[in-house]
């Protein structure tokens, strides 16, 4: 996505007194990662791998007040946040070019359940960064005869799981040197793989994908195994029970299956309750462990199904 229409989409949503002071700080906006506004905090920008307090530079910090998120608010919502209370029951809403706004307040609850939120303190517009080519290095290692293994990506929160997943559906749906392009359905549960808006995705995840957004994950990779029939089923951060057991039922109507999930290591992820079974019988053909000592996205190492090590520090 071009800098500038990522720097106007951002802009558009926040406060005038907040969209001033983030315009004054110069920021690149290919490494803005995230603007936190928290009411009575300092404004907060993840810039990098380093957060910064705004204005900064010694000048007073600005202090976000309420009248500044319920600005921001209305103007994520288009003046309507209850139009947008499934989201919200989510706890986000995703605005043009597939950025993300986590929001937190008081919630209100019907049946156990969370059914909105009211009061909103806190806001955390996450940058969508789509980085085109980032699965290249990767790609000899979680490919054979010209398909796509089963892969698992093991990463830490922040380190770019989704920014890779995304480029990998795209290159495994257009096809590449490794790969022959084939069917992928996506189940996009939080509108982060595809940004959709308006029922049209923002980001570039291939000519021969589709994608069912805003969809629990096991729910979605049954509807797409019947309606669309895909080669290869793409989702992001699994972890339920009935996630596992959805996968399970893909792979045995050959699917193939890209994963992501939250972990520091092979160690970590072979003892979650809910894939310690799957780790053990060796359904995943490839684990990809990311790190984010200098960038995010960066590959710690590639794992085969028995454990043993493809290659490190790619």
Same mark, same amino acid.
């Given at each position: 996505m071009?800098?500038?229409?990522?720097? %106007?989409? !951002?802009?558009?949503?926040? *406060?005038? +007194?907040?969209?001033? =002071?983030?315009?004054?700080?110069?920021?690149?906006?290919?490494?803005? %990662?995230? !603007?936190?506004?928290?009411? *009575?905090? +300092?404004?907060?920008? =993840?810039?990098?791998?380093?957060?910064?307090?705004?204005?900064?530079d010694g000048k007073e910090r600005h202090i976000v007040t309420r009248e500044e998120m319920r600005e921001t608010l209305e103007y994520v919502s288009?003046?309507?946040?209850?139009?947008?209370?499934?989201?919200?029951?989510?706890?986000?809403?995703?605005?043009?070019?597939?950025?993300?706004?986590?929001?937190?307040?008081?919630?209100?609850?019907?049946?156990?359940?969370?059914?909105?939120?009211?009061?909103?303190?806190?806001?955390?517009?996450?940058?969508?960064?789509?980085?085109?080519?980032?699965?290249?290095?990767?790609?000899?290692?979680?490919t054979k005869n010209r398909q796509i293994c089963h892969t698992l990506i093991i990463s830490p929160p922040c380190c770019g799981k989704t920014t890779l997943i995304r480029d990998l559906i795209r290159q495994v749906s257009d096809g590449n040197a490794y790969v022959k392009g084939c069917s992928v359905g996506v189940v996009d549960e939080r509108s982060e793989l595809g940004g959709c808006y308006l029922g049209v995705a923002q980001n570039e995840l291939g000519?021969?994908?589709?994608?069912?957004?805003?969809?629990?994950?096991?729910?979605?990779?049954?509807?797409?195994?019947?309606?669309?029939?895909?080669?290869?089923?793409?989702?992001?951060?699994?972890?339920?029970?009935?996630?596992?057991?959805?996968?399970?039922?893909?792979?045995?109507?050959g699917c193939t299956l890209i994963a992501s999930v939250h972990g520091r290591d092979m160690e970590e992820v072979s003892e979650k309750p809910v894939l310690s079974e799957l780790v053990r019988r060796k359904r995943f053909e490839r684990y990809v462990v990311l790190e984010n000592r200098k960038r995010p996205g960066e590959i710690r190492a590639v794992f085969d199904q028995r454990g043993s090590l493809l290659c490190c520090g790619l």
């Open positions: 071009d800098v500038n229409r990522k720097q %106007r989409q !951002i802009l558009s949503v926040l *406060a005038r +007194p907040v969209r001033a =002071v983030v315009e004054g700080a110069g920021l690149d906006f290919g490494q803005v %990662r995230e !603007i936190r506004m928290r009411i *009575a905090k +300092p404004l907060i920008v =993840v810039y990098g791998n380093e957060e910064r307090l705004l204005p900064g288009h003046y309507s946040l209850y139009a947008y209370e499934q989201e919200m029951r989510q706890g986000f809403i995703t605005i043009e070019g597939g950025h993300r706004v986590g929001v937190i307040g008081k919630a209100i609850l019907e049946q156990d359940r969370v059914k909105n939120l009211q009061y909103i303190s806190s806001v955390n517009i996450r940058v969508a960064h789509e980085v085109i080519g980032c699965a290249d290095k990767v790609f000899p290692y979680i000519m021969r994908t589709d994608i069912l957004d805003g969809c629990p994950k096991a729910q979605g990779m049954l509807m797409l195994i019947r309606s669309m029939a895909p080669q290869v089923i793409a989702v992001d951060e699994i972890g339920a029970p009935e996630d596992i057991r959805a996968m399970e039922y893909a792979m045995q109507c």
